[in-house]
């Protein structure tokens, strides 16, 4: 499997585990921004909601159907892109379908992995958070009303250069979010999510959540067995990452081979409790083979660099000199330096 299939979902973490509906959740204080977290957390994962969902990176934009159905507490999602192609992503749990019409072709695999083939709303918050006081400041106002629905914003500011700040307009009735911007230190924003229309059902029907195109002439593949689960932090790894950002540490390890060649890939995850970085360390490739520096997709930026015939690559929804500042210290735990 490639380095580039790897890599996770970046970001927030989704908070709770659960059943039902927001009613089996206690209503949050008004002025307790953490309760706010908590209830849209549980919201994401455990309300019946559908909606077209709208994803904004500098000019470019992406619109897509959501549709989020919960059946005795288990959560099937099917997201559809709202373009030509219109390819479609269906989520059983930790089953994931990819549906490409313009190829007529249907991928099967697996997305234990983070938040893989759910909505980018979900892939924003899915994980546990924890928010560290001495990295995150959080305040709540009244923000108006979107699509129809009154709201509250949660504010998420950072105290350094080192993470993203966030801002998140929550519904009033069920603290779902209907609109969340990202920005940098400098307070401009680098993505957006944001419904431009949202409906929250008591039920939506099974059909709701099946294909939205007939796939039975589709040829069907099978994605590669995913990759073994990352083992806790406390398991050794042969890397450590020297100089990490304030509040980062080290929460898994993960070691197999990548590529034709089976080429030896270790991929560390570190976070903050909010922001996560992973770092992906493949063995055998030459400078000239790979480009060195930055990338960015979004709000998500990566850095990759070259040395000892090895590829470093941090990537995570964090500030470029975050990603930098990990990728450039990345050391072995024993023989000769990077």
């Known amino acids: 499997m490639s380095r580039a299939c790897l890599v996770p979902a970046l970001t927030l973490r989704a908070l709770l585990a659960g059943a039902c509906a927001c009613a089996a959740w206690p209503a949050a204080a008004d002025d307790d921004p953490r309760g706010w977290l908590d209830r849209m957390g549980y919201a994401l994962e455990y309300l019946n909601y559908e909606g077209t969902l709208i994803q904004l990176h500098g000019a470019d934009a992406a619109v897509m159907r959501v549709v989020h159905r919960v059946e005795n507490g288990v959560p099937t999602e099917r997201i559809t892109a709202m373009d030509e192609v219109g390819r479609e992503i269906i989520r059983r749990g930790d089953d994931v379908t990819c549906i490409l019409p313009d190829q007529n072709e249907v991928l099967i695999g697996e997305g234990a992995e983070g938040a893989q083939g759910a909505s980018p709303l979900r ?16 305040a709540i106002a009244s923000g108006g009303r979107l699509v129809g629905r009154e709201t509250r914003v949660v504010t998420v500011r950072p105290t350094d250069s080192f993470r993203y700040g966030y801002r998140l307009w929550l519904d009033h009735a069920t603290a779902m979010p209907l609109k969340v911007q990202v920005a940098g ?3 401009v924003v680098v993505e957006q999510l944001l419904f431009s229309d949202i409906s929250l059902p008591e039920r939506i029907p099974e059909s709701a959540v099946q294909p939205s195109v007939t796939i039975d002439s589709f040829t069907r593949q099978r994605s590669p067995r995913s ?8 398991e050794s790894s042969a890397w450590r990452v020297e100089s990490l950002p304030p509040g980062f540490s080290l929460r898994a390890v993960r070691s197999q081979r990548s590529g034709t060649a089976g080429a030896a890939l270790e991929h560390l995850v570190y976070s903050d409790g909010v922001a996560s970085v992973s770092v992906f360390i493949e063995a055998g490739v030459t400078p000239m083979e790979q480009g060195e520096g930055p990338s960015r997709v979004g709000a998500a930026n990566a850095w990759t660099t070259v040395s000892g015939g090895y590829l470093v690559t941090a990537v995570g929804e964090v500030p470029v000199r975050t990603v930098e500042a990990i990728a450039r210290s990345v050391r072995p735990v024993t023989g000769p330096g990077l």
Do not use: E, I, M
Request: glycine share 8%; net charge negative; hydrophobic share 35%.
């Open 185 to 187: 230190d400098d307070g």
């Open 227 to 234: 990759a073994p689960p990352a083992q806790k932090a406390t």
């Open 123 to 138: 892939q924003q918050f899915a994980g546990d958070v924890s928010f560290d006081d001495r990295f995150y400041r959080l």
